[in-house]
């Protein structure tokens, strides 16, 4: 319980990181329209609602994030789901988000204090914008992956990617723009005693 104050805390402080986000969600994507997009009227909406946007956007977020061909996400909609439907996660830009775990990842939703999850264990959280206006399109991935012992100590082997709706690539702690991704763990650091995950708002939670 502590911990989670700490953490929502950080999350505040990390706001601002995510202004910058939506800075690079808006100029990577093409057109226009959401040049100056940064989401501060995210419509509300009923589970069913929710459910019913993300399933008329799946397909097309699953062909656009593939672009970036990491092998490791092959298929991520088919992995356990972990959240019954699509929630506003304020500290990922306000967007609707779902939380997947790879087969690897057997321990996320059941984590005990000091659990670790196993090397080989990828979370990816897909994200949609649904504005009060009604307007849909999809939003980053945000990944995480465990690595092998030692491969990436000051991020206790965690590997964070964001991956833009177009495939591009925002950034990766052990590839390309790894400082623009550097500021993910500084907020998940906040529960390290859950293996720097934060799991689904207890309301989302499957079979809840
Ligand atoms: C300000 C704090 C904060 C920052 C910064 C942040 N996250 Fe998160 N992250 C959370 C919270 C809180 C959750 C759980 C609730 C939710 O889904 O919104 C979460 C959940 C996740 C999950 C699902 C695994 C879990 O923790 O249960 C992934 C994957 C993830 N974040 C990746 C990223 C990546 C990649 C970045 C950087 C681009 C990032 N996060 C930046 C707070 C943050």
Known sequence: MFSRLIALRLCLICALSFA?????????????????????????????????????????????????????????????????APYISATHGQRFVNSYANRMAHNYGTLQEGEKLPIGSVLAKDSMTVTDEGNTHP??????????????????DWRYIMVMPDGSLFGDTMGDRADN???????????ADRDYTFFVPEEYVVGN
Not at 139 to 147: D, H, N, R, S, T
Not at 182 to 188: G, P, S, T, V
């Open 20 to 84: 910058i986000v939506d800075a690079g969600q808006a100029l990577a994507q093409s057109g226009g329209e959401d040049a100056h997009l940064a989401i501060e009227n995210p419509a509300e909406l009923s589970k069913e609602e929710a459910l019913q946007i993300y399933a008329s956007l799946q397909r097309r977020m699953a062909q656009g994030y593939a672009a970036a061909q990491f092998e490791q996400l092959r298929n991520y909609q088919n992995w356990p789901l972990f959240n019954d």
């Open 181 to 191: 991704v550097a500021y993910c763990h500084d907020c998940h650091e906040a529960v």
């Open 139 to 156: 939003g980053a991935l945000f990944v995480m992956e465990k690595l092998a012992e030692g491969t990436s100590p000051e991020m206790a």
